[in-house]
């Protein structure tokens, strides 16, 4: 092989060997660079506050709150999920007890909490914070909402629906739940979103701030005041 040739040669070779060592040196600053990034920390490790705990089962939920506010503040979410097991998922933000088949849940700090549950009846929130109902199938479901109130009902299944909401309060419920029977009752400045359809209703309303009903709702529409 002629001298030229090997200096080539060599040469591509140092060439392509620095080429290597550049990209592990660059590569080693960049996972360092990431790794000791705050935000990068906060994502990987876990939240120290969280606590999930196993509950007895239940039937009724009541919640509460002491946090100060003139309904204007941003609420905290209550997410309820349908699951086989009876869990509270939170940040050390709450307090709670059971009496009998009630659960008592007080919010103490504006974040939110998850509870997991098989069955469930009644709801009473005067928290103001919003509730997220998920996959709930029930005979029947009583619920109260306070002043200031969201409650979202998602894919649920009751054949019995009552619901009572206080001044201001806002009632969801999506096309995806089913309903056989409904009564709601909302008093004044009340916001009323309703899209799926039902056989049987009653619905009293006073000076609503907000009412949309989907097609298939107006058509199941019996009785509104």
Do not use: W
Request: aromatic content about 10%; overall charge neutral.
């Amino acid at each position: 092989m002629k001298t030229s040739n090997q200096l080539l040669l060599g040469f591509m070779g140092l060439l392509v060997i620095g080429m290597l060592f550049s990209a592990i040196i660059l590569k080693a600053g960049y996972n360092k660079g990431i790794t000791n990034n705050p935000a990068y920390d906060q994502r990987q490790k876990p939240d120290p506050d969280y606590t999930k705990a196993s509950l007895p089962p239940f039937k009724a939920l009541v919640l509460t709150s002491s946090i100060e506010g003139d309904g204007k503040e941003e609420h905290p979410d209550v997410t309820i999920n349908t699951t086989a097991d009876y869990s509270l998922e939170s940040y050390k933000n709450i307090t709670s007890h059971q009496i009998g088949d009630t659960l008592f849940i007080e919010i103490r700090k504006a974040r939110g909490i998850t509870l997991n549950c098989q069955q469930l009846s009644y709801i009473r929130n005067t928290s103001r914070c919003n509730v997220f109902l998920n996959g709930l199938v029930a005979d029947q479901l009583d619920m109260y909402a306070g002043s200031h109130v969201r409650s979202y009902f998602s894919d649920v299944n009751i054949k019995r629906f009552h619901y009572t909401g206080d001044t201001a309060n806002i009632l969801e419920v999506s096309d995806a739940a089913k309903l056989d029977s409904v009564k709601i009752s909302m008093h004044k400045n009340g916001s009323l979103y309703f899209y799926p359809g039902y056989r049987y209703g009653d619905i009293q309303v006073d000076s609503l701030a907000e009412l949309v009903l989907s097609a298939q709702a107006v058509n199941s529409l019996k009785k509104i005041n």
